[in-house]
């Protein structure tokens, strides 16, 4: 099989890559080459211990979105506040054709005018990289509390 760039995307300079060895699956363990992520991995509500793709998609989504966030509010003039949290909600689901993930951001920016807040997570949702990768493909509700 071979890999070919289908998004038509050119990307000019690589700024980071991150390398995690996986075994055994859902029911198995994801090691990076730094060893900074060292996880075992269970099954969405299996009986296992470990942590499942669905909630470290959901942490790396929640992270990126906030450094959006904070990229884009500085060039907007908009000040955040220290107390900004994202809750994000990856569901695993069926459908016709198969599994299926959708999403929703709950974006918790106590302080800002709806107004800013608005501006503030359009810009996050253009920029993010995973917002970009998700778009068109799942199902995603981004709500906004200030």
Same mark, same amino acid.
């Given at each position: 099989?071979?890999?070919?760039?289908?998004?038509?995307?050119?990307?000019?300079?690589?700024?980071?890559?991150?390398?995690?060895?996986?075994?055994?699956?859902?029911?198995?363990?994801?090691?990076?080459?730094?060893?900074?992520? *060292?996880?075992?991995?269970?099954?969405?509500?299996?009986?296992g211990n470990g942590t499942n793709p669905e909630q470290l998609f959901a942490a790396g989504w929640s992270a990126c979105f906030i450094g959006a966030m904070r990229h884009n509010a500085s060039s907007l003039q908009i000040p955040l506040p220290k107390d900004l949290?994202?809750?994000?909600?990856?569901?695993?689901?069926?459908?016709?054709?198969?599994?299926?993930?959708?999403?929703?951001?709950?974006?918790?920016?106590?302080?800002?005018?709806?107004?800013?807040?608005?501006?503030?997570?359009?810009?996050?949702?253009?920029?993010?990289?995973?917002?970009?990768?998700?778009?068109?493909?799942? *199902?995603?509700?981004?709500?906004?509390?200030?």
């Amino acid at each position: 099989m071979s890999s070919e760039n289908t998004a038509n995307i050119a990307i000019t300079k690589v700024l980071y890559t991150a390398k995690v060895h996986i075994t055994g699956g859902r029911e198995g363990n994801a090691t990076s080459n730094d060893n900074r992520l *060292n996880v075992s991995l269970s099954t969405p509500g299996g009986s296992g211990n470990g942590t499942n793709p669905e909630q470290l998609f959901a942490a790396g989504w929640s992270a990126c979105f906030i450094g959006a966030m904070r990229h884009n509010a500085s060039s907007l003039q908009i000040p955040l506040p220290k107390d900004l949290a994202v809750d994000a909600e990856v569901d695993l689901g069926t459908g016709e054709g198969g599994f299926y993930l959708q999403a929703r951001l709950n974006v918790k920016l106590p302080g800002l005018s709806a107004e800013q807040a608005k501006t503030v997570v359009e810009a996050a949702h253009q920029t993010c990289p995973y917002s970009k990768a998700t778009h068109g493909n799942i *199902n995603v509700e981004i709500n906004v509390a200030v």
